[in-house]
């Protein structure tokens, strides 16, 4: 609730905010309300479980999340995952992987993970975003042109498929959906409906249109679920057995990690428009205790919604009230307009939806990183995004968060030096210690960088090319930020293998996080505590004592 009590603290909770606030969730709540429908019948669930999922998702992320900004309900990134969950294991299935999802956000929440998920490299992120926009398009030509259903396992399949059958468009379907994607489009260009939702004017228009010419064979909400129950949804606990739980634990840990993205997106999205700041471990909680409750009332997963989220803070949004608002609106509208829907066009819903996969696809941003990126993050790009069409959501981001941390730790490997230092570098620490150049047999190596697994192999690559062993070995830890255990291992065997042929080995200038690594790891005893030294000067002494015995 740190969002909420934010807002009270700098007084957005006062009474003089209310109506902007009203106004916002007003506007909020209409936009919202197409797009729930159309998302939930994407991801193969009833359209009124998309309104349930704005609703309660809605009210509980502004209750308890970590953005005063923040609208949450289902949104256009998770219609990928969602569909292919409900194919496999049916509606509740997938209310249970939300649930096990929604434990896990929390989870990360209180473990104060919220700031690790912003480290998900943009390629990947672009990549699957647009692999999803490119899904999502394709995969409603059939409601948009009235085609007969197609089936195949794979994109490929279904994409051809469906170009097969192309010729057999119903004509009427088709024309009601160009005139819901051109109303999307043109309505926020005209002057006087620019402050209307694009959506809801293209519902509202071919659902007058169907309700008023009836037209032969166009697909509806009410020929294909039967319309939408006018009253609240019932509470109910989705059965499960333990054999469930465990073959969907893949598909919860999806669903969290991309609820986890989304939702700290949106809030930095916020935070950007507002000049507010979101508390990322508190937003992962209110998502956390949203993807929980939500199902239990028959929605499906949720998580903070860029689009909304921006039509909220450009409608005077202020503080989680919107958000309340938001909600409160989608309930009256079900309460009381819900046998309206069932003349609603799928067609104008699949117009919604050609928007949204275009937005999400950020065409501009994916050709302009293809363009510009350095050439190992145009192919993380491109993998990312052939394999999210081709193969798997889960397949995608998993190889391409893989293939970018092995390129970021072969770059971090290769920043890693380590360097021979003469009298020209060290000529203070010498001057310190009366000596004007290193005593005969005394070797002086600093190692630059951090000291892990990927650097392991310079420092054994260089202490190699010492073709003369020293009489004295000084490595200098004064610019390693940070060592692992293996840097710590190599550290070891290095000391050891130097022993054995006669060389004595001191190590000066580590930081307290290193020394106090080396100390646990039981580096310092195989060292000697004695030839640890503080400083360089200390080291270079010891080193000349050394030397002279």
Same mark, same amino acid.
Not at 8 to 15: D, T
Not at 23 to 36: D, F, K, R, T
Not at 267 to 295: F, K, Y
Not at 320 to 326: D, E, R, S, V
């Given at each position: 609730?740190?969002?909420?009590?934010?807002?009270?603290?700098?007084?957005?909770?006062?009474?003089?905010?209310?109506?902007?606030?009203?106004?916002?969730?007003?506007?909020?709540?209409?936009?919202?309300?197409?797009?729930?429908?159309?998302?939930?019948?994407?991801?193969?669930?009833?359209?009124?479980?998309?309104?349930?999922?704005?609703?309660?998702?809605?009210?509980?992320?502004?209750?308890?999340?970590?953005?005063?900004?923040?609208?949450?309900?289902?949104?256009?990134?998770?219609?990928?995952?969602?569909?292919?969950?409900?194919? &496999?294991?049916?509606?509740?299935?997938?209310?249970?992987?939300?649930?096990?999802?929604?434990?896990?956000?929390?989870?990360?929440?209180?473990?104060?993970?919220?700031?690790?998920?912003?480290?998900?490299?943009?390629?990947?992120?672009?990549?699957?975003?647009?692999?999803?926009?490119?899904?999502?398009?394709?995969? &409603?030509?059939?409601?948009?042109?009235?085609?007969?259903?197609? /089936?195949?396992?794979?994109?490929?399949?279904?994409?051809?498929?469906?170009? &097969?059958?192309?010729?057999?468009?119903?004509?009427?379907?088709?024309?009601?959906?160009?005139?819901?994607?051109?109303?999307?489009?043109?309505?926020?260009?005209?002057?006087?409906?620019?402050?209307?939702?694009?959506?809801?004017?293209?519902?509202?228009?071919?659902?007058?249109? &169907?309700?008023?010419?009836?037209?032969?064979?166009?697909?509806?909400?009410?020929?294909?679920?039967?319309?939408?129950?006018?009253?609240?949804?019932?509470?109910?606990?989705?059965?499960?057995?333990?054999?469930?739980?465990?073959?969907?634990?893949?598909?919860?840990?999806?669903?969290?990690?991309?609820?986890?993205?989304?939702?700290?997106?949106?809030?930095?999205?916020?935070?950007?428009?507002?000049?507010?700041?979101?508390?990322?471990?508190?937003?992962?909680?209110?998502?956390?205790?949203?993807?929980?409750?939500?199902?239990?009332?028959?929605?499906?997963?949720?998580?903070?919604?860029?689009?909304?989220?921006?039509?909220?803070?450009?409608?005077?949004?202020?503080?989680?009230?919107?958000?309340?608002?938001?909600?409160?609106?989608?309930?009256?509208?079900?309460?009381?307009?819900?046998?309206?829907?069932?003349?609603?066009?799928?067609?104008?819903?699949?117009?919604?939806?050609? /928007?949204?996969?275009?937005?999400?696809?950020?065409?501009?941003?994916?050709? +302009?990183?293809?363009?510009?990126?350095?050439?190992?993050?145009?192919?993380?790009?491109?993998?990312?995004?052939?394999?999210?069409?081709?193969?798997?959501?889960?397949?995608?981001?998993?190889?391409?968060?893989?293939?970018?941390?092995?390129?970021?730790?072969?770059?971090?490997?290769?920043? /890693?030096?380590?360097?021979?230092?003469?009298?020209?570098?060290?000529?203070?620490?010498?001057?310190?210690?009366?000596?004007?150049?290193?005593?005969?047999?005394?070797?002086?190596?600093?190692?630059?960088?951090?000291?892990?697994?990927?650097?392991?192999?310079?420092?054994?690559?260089?202490?190699?090319?010492? +073709?003369?062993?020293?009489?004295?070995?000084?490595?200098?830890?004064?610019?390693?930020?940070?060592?692992?255990?293996?840097?710590?291992?190599?550290?070891?065997?290095?000391?050891?293998?130097?022993?054995?042929?006669?060389?004595?080995?001191?190590? %000066?200038?580590?930081?307290?996080?290193?020394?106090?690594?080396?100390?646990?790891?039981?580096?310092?005893?195989?060292?000697?505590?004695?030839?640890? %030294?503080?400083?360089?000067?200390?080291?270079?002494?010891?080193?000349?004592?050394?030397?002279?015995?």
């Amino acid at each position: 609730m740190i969002a909420l009590l934010s807002a009270q603290k700098n007084g957005f909770l006062a009474k003089k905010h209310w109506l902007p606030n009203m106004v916002a969730g007003l506007i909020v709540g209409v936009v919202a309300l197409p797009l729930g429908m159309a998302f939930a019948i994407a991801s193969g669930v009833k359209p009124e479980q998309g309104i349930y999922t704005a609703i309660i998702a809605g009210f509980l992320v502004s209750v308890f999340g970590g953005s005063r900004l923040q609208i949450a309900g289902p949104t256009g990134a998770f219609i990928v995952i969602l569909s292919g969950i409900t194919a &496999q294991y049916g509606v509740v299935g997938l209310q249970i992987a939300t649930m096990m999802a929604g434990v896990i956000l929390l989870l990360l929440g209180l473990a104060k993970l919220g700031g690790v998920i912003k480290f998900i490299p943009a390629p990947v992120i672009v990549g699957f975003t647009a692999g999803i926009g490119v899904i999502i398009w394709i995969g &409603q030509w059939g409601s948009f042109f009235g085609l007969p259903k197609v /089936v195949g396992e794979h994109f490929h399949e279904k994409f051809w498929h469906t170009l &097969q059958v192309l010729p057999e468009l119903h004509w009427a379907t088709s024309i009601l959906g160009v005139l819901s994607l051109l109303l999307v489009l043109l309505t926020p260009k005209l002057p006087y409906l620019r402050k209307i939702p694009g959506p809801l004017v293209a519902m509202v228009v071919a659902t007058s249109l &169907q309700a008023l010419f009836h037209f032969d064979g166009v697909a509806t909400i009410g020929s294909a679920f039967g319309g939408i129950p006018q009253g609240l949804p019932e509470f109910a606990v989705p059965q499960f057995t333990a054999s469930q739980l465990i073959s969907l634990i893949g598909p919860a840990f999806t669903i969290a990690m991309l609820g986890a993205i989304e939702s700290l997106l949106s809030a930095v999205v916020a935070d950007g428009m507002a000049g507010t700041r979101h508390d990322s471990n508190q937003e992962l909680v209110g998502q956390g205790i949203a993807n929980i409750i939500t199902p239990l009332f028959g929605g499906f997963a949720a998580t903070g919604a860029i689009a909304r989220t921006a039509t909220n803070i450009r409608n005077g949004g202020t503080s989680p009230l919107a958000g309340i608002f938001h909600a409160i609106t989608l309930l009256l509208i079900i309460l009381f307009l819900a046998p309206l829907a069932a003349s609603i066009p799928l067609a104008a819903l699949a117009a919604i939806l050609f /928007v949204v996969a275009w937005n999400m696809s950020e065409v501009k941003h994916f050709i +302009h990183m293809l363009t510009h990126a350095p050439r190992a993050d145009v192919a993380i790009l491109l993998i990312t995004f052939v394999l999210t069409v081709f193969a798997d959501l889960v397949v995608a981001v998993n190889i391409g968060v893989i293939l970018a941390t092995l390129h970021f730790l072969r770059r971090m490997s290769m920043s /890693v030096e380590v360097l021979p230092q003469d009298e020209r570098q060290i000529g203070v620490e010498l001057i310190q210690q009366g000596l004007m150049k290193l005593p005969e047999g005394v070797l002086v190596y600093a190692i630059e960088g951090p000291f892990f697994f990927g650097a392991v192999e310079n420092f054994e690559r260089v202490l190699a090319e010492t +073709h003369t062993d020293p009489r004295v070995l000084v490595i200098r830890l004064l610019r390693v930020p940070f060592v692992d255990m293996t840097g710590l291992q190599a550290l070891d065997e290095a000391i050891g293998e130097l022993r054995a042929r006669g060389v004595k080995v001191l190590i %000066c200038e580590a930081n307290a996080t290193v020394m106090a690594k080396m100390e646990r790891a039981g580096l310092l005893v195989t060292l000697g505590r004695e030839n640890y %030294c503080p400083d360089l000067a200390t080291a270079v002494g010891r080193a000349d004592v050394l030397c002279s015995a």
